[in-house]
C-alpha cells in the first residue's frame, strides 16, 4: 500500500536531538537520551510546510485543513468504502490554491510554534466545515457514478490537521514558499484585515509516559491512544492531557497466545428492528445454525476493532467477531505477550455501529431501504483483549477460526 503519512521534524525536549516522525505518531523515543514522550494537544496538531525559497522574506502562512478517513457508503447490495485523504484551504480566498495537492507528502513538516517566523493566518472556516465540503464533493462525485443515492453513509475520521503553507510578497506579487512560483497579484491577497497567529490554545504538550502509580514506562506503539502498565494492570488514557486511568478486560489465551488483540466490546439499543439478543442477530444475519432457546435471553455485543486497519479488513473483523460472540470469561490481568496498541477510539468504534450492522445483514433488498429508519448506539463499551496465536505468517484464533496475515497488522 502507498504510503499516506506524512513525516514531521521535531526536537527531543530532553536533548534537543532530532527526531523524526510520522503524522500520526504519538509515542516517540528519542534515539539519542532514549525518553519516551506522549505528544499531546488540546485541539488539532498544526504544522507548517518549509519555506525553501524564500530564506530572507518575511513569510505568510496559509492555513488548509486535512482530513484523512473512511467514507462508507451502503449501496445496492453491498457495503463500499472509500479513503478519503484531502486537504482544503481554511482562508477564503480566490488566487490561493484550493488545495495543497501532493506537497506535503513531498516535503518535510514542523510543528507550527511561535518560534517560526512569520504571519500565520487564523482559519476562517472550522476544522467541521471543511469536512463536511470534502464530503460533499466526494458525495457529488459518488452522485454521479451510482444511479441513486446510498441507503447510508457515514465517515469515520482518522486525522483532521492544520497545515501552514508558506507565502510572501516580492515586487507586487504573492509568491510560493516552496516552489518560488508567483501565486497571484500582492492587491489580490487582502490579509490587513485577516486575524493573525497561531491558532488560540494550540500547544504540544510532551507527556511523560511513566505510570502515575508505580513508575514503570508505559506500554503502546507509536499510534496508541491508550498505554498500559503491565506492573500495575493500569490502561491510561493521555486524552485529556493528564493520565486518566481506565479498565479493560482480557480473555485469557493458551500457552501459544503469542498476540492480543484489542476489541470494543458495545452492547447497543437498536430502533427499527428486533435486535436484542444473540437469537435475534442469528435471525438477521441468517446464520446457517439450529437458533436455540437460550439464545433468546443471550445479550448480544458488536464486537468491534480498537485498531486502525484496512476498511475491508475492519468490516470483517467486526462481522466475524459479531457473529461469533466471544463469551469466556475475562480477566483484569495484563498478559505476558504483545498486547497490539489501541489506535481506533471508542467514539469511532460506535461511529460504525451502523456500517457494521448493514454489514451482518442478509435480505439486503428488504433490509438496507429499512436502514434510515434504523438507529443504533452503544449503551455500554467495554475494552477487551482476545488472545491470537502465531501459525506460520498467520494470526489465528483457534475456535473461531479467523487468519489474519500478520503481515497486515505490521507485526
Ligand atoms: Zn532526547
Ligand atoms: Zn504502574
Known sequence: ?????????????????????????????????????????????CYCLPALKASSEHLIFIPYWR?????????????????????????????????????????????????IQGTFIKPRLSLHEAVMRIQKQFQVLEGSLESQPPF???????????????????????????????????????LDEARSGIPEHWQIKPMSTLCPNCGNTLEGGRESILLFCTSCHVAWNPSSGRLVAGQFEVIPGERDSSVYLPFWMMRVAVKGITLKSYADLARVANLPKMIHSEWEGQELYFWIPAFRVHPSLFLRLSKQMTLFQPIEKTEAMLP????????????????SLKINLANLLTKKRVTFPKLQEITIGPVESR????????IGCELVHPQLGIGLQRQILSL
Open 1 to 45: 500500500m502507498k504510503k499516506l503519512s506524512w513525516e514531521i521534524e521535531l526536537q527531543c525536549s530532553q536533548c534537543g536531538a532530532p527526531i523524526s516522525l510520522e503524522e500520526t505518531d504519538r509515542l516517540l523515543t528519542c534515539s539519542y537520551c532514549h525518553v519516551k514522550l506522549y505528544l499531546w494537544t488540546p485541539s488539532q496538531f
Open 67 to 115: 482530513f484523512k478517513g473512511v467514507a462508507y457508503s451502503v449501496i445496492p447490495f453491498e457495503v463500499r468504502h472509500r479513503i478519503l485523504d484531502a486537504t482544503l484551504l481554511a482562508y477564503s480566498h480566490r488566487r490561493l490554491p484550493v488545495t495543497l495537492g501532493i506537497k506535503p507528502q513531498a516535503l518535510k513538516l514542523r510543528f507550527a510554534s511561535g518560534e
Open 152 to 190: 447510508h453513509r457515514e465517515f469515520i475520521g482518522e486525522l483532521g490537521s492544520l497545515i501552514f503553507f508558506p507565502v510572501f510578497v516580492r515586487n507586487g506579487a504573492i509568491v510560493d514558499g516552496i516552489l518560488g512560483k508567483v501565486i497571484g497579484s500582492e492587491k489580490d491577497l487582502v
Open 336 to 351: 505476558k505477550a504483545l498486547l497490539y496498541p489501541v489506535t481506533f477510539s471508542e467514539e469511532s468504534a460506535a461511529a
Open 383 to 390: 475494552l477487551v483483549f482476545v488472545p491470537f496465536s502465531s
